[in-house]
């Protein structure tokens, strides 16, 4: 279960009322220090970039790809543990914006999990140490430690358990 924060809005769309929920300067200083690591080749340069500039929580070792795109938003609700890797092109949320309501749930990824290209996390999720989540996939759900997941919608394709028979 995703554990998010509910926040109602009155009027038009909560997507409309986004400068009333999050400071412009902030967005505008966020978007910058994002596209700035998603396009340099330096790992410990990104890692510096996200805990300096985004008070992100990254652990040693932890490696983001090629164009991994970071919730603009609240970065700071987003955590991931050492020796883990994120694959090029992978959206990770902390926010969403919806009609009647926004919703806001920090991003939990543990250490050595490993995160295919072009997933899409969605916030208030925790990934467990040791993880695998295969390409494309979109985590919809908690990911228990060590399983591997896939698809859309996601699903177990190996439990802890097989995973350590293979």
Do not use: C
Request: aromatic share 12%.
């Amino acid at each position: 279960m995703r554990r998010t924060e509910r926040y109602f809005v009155e009027g038009p769309n909560s997507l409309w009322h986004v400068y009333k929920t999050v400071p412009f300067w902030k967005v505008v200083k966020n978007f910058i220090i994002i596209q700035l690591a998603r396009y340099t080749p330096f790992l410990a340069v990104k890692n510096w970039l996200y805990r300096t500039f985004l008070r992100m929580k990254i652990g040693e070792q932890t490696s983001f790809a090629l164009m991994v795109m970071l919730d603009v938003m609240y970065p700071e609700k987003i955590s991931v543990g050492k020796n883990t890797v994120i694959g090029y092109n992978t959206t990770i949320l902390a926010h969403e914006y919806l009609i009647k309501e926004y919703r806001l749930g920090e991003v939990r990824i543990g250490n050595e999990v490993m995160i295919g290209a072009n997933t899409t996390i969605l916030p208030g999720i925790e990934i467990g140490d040791g993880a695998i989540v295969s390409a494309g996939t979109l985590v919809h759900k908690d990911v228990p430690a060590g399983t591997f997941v896939g698809g859309n919608p996601m699903r177990i394709i190996y439990t802890k358990e097989e995973m350590d028979k293979r």
